[in-house]
T-cell receptor, first 115, second 111 residues
């Protein structure tokens, strides 16, 4: 089954404790992206990656890191989480043509709470 | 700054009562407008892509249309299973790796 998987689905942590949210897709997609979703603000793009070793900032990259060492995986790293990073996080992937991404397929989400 | 605005924020319909959701956008150039459906506790699910003014796409009771400054998602004779949040996103012509989402319209269809 074609899918985007994220782990963990739920995470409660404390301020400053480094964490990683994993994302994996099995559709051989070049493009992958991370979003956070907050009430009233919609989905906001954190980082995206056009291909292996190619990543760039979205609209809200502060406090986050990403890496793309393999095509299928795109982990999101919070090196020192703060309460304002409490949110619902989605990973997405899409195929692309001429380096332009098409419609995105989303994972099930990771609900993060930072206390 | 690129912006996507969706209205209304919430919409309550009776089963069979047709209506439209609006997505207006301000981007320097449009290279694709996307509609997604999101059910509670799940990730958004792709519905349609529109590329140019005048384009229309249909799927069951849903029809998406696009003008130069906005898109509409028309829901004809909705059923309770159409209840969800509908999200609109745009991809900028000059920064086509970035996507800008609206905050969504929460649709509730009562039987």
């Amino acid at each position: 089954e074609a899918q985007v998987t994220q782990n963990p689905r739920y995470l409660i942590t404390v301020t400053g404790k480094k964490l990683t949210v994993t994302c994996s897709q099995n559709m051989n997609h070049e493009y992958m992206s991370w979003y956070r979703q907050d009430p009233g603000l919609g989905l906001r793009q954190i980082y995206y990656s056009m291909n292996v070793e190619v990543t760039d900032k979205g609209d809200v990259p502060e406090g986050y890191k990403v890496s793309r060492k393999e095509k299928r995986n795109f982990p999101l790293i919070l090196e020192s989480p703060s309460p304002n990073q409490t949110s619902l996080y989605f990973c997405a992937s899409s195929s692309s043509g001429d380096r332009v991404p098409y419609e995105q397929y989303f994972g099930p989400g990771t609900r993060l709470t930072v206390t | 700054e690129d912006q996507v605005t969706q209205s209304p924020e919430a919409l309550r319909l009776q089963e069979g009562e047709s209506s439209s959701l609006n997505c207006s956008y301000t981007v320097s150039g449009l290279r694709g407008l996307f509609w997604y459906r999101q059910d509670p506790g799940k990730g958004p699910e792709f519905l349609f892509t529109l590329y140019s003014a005048g384009e229309e796409k249909e799927k069951e009771r849903l029809k998406a249309t696009l003008t130069k400054k906005e898109s509409f998602l028309h829901i004809t004779a909705p059923k309770p299973e159409d209840s969800a949040t509908y999200l609109c996103a745009v991809r900028d012509l000059y920064n086509f790796n970035k996507f800008y989402f609206g905050s969504g319209t929460k649709l509730n269809v009562k039987p």
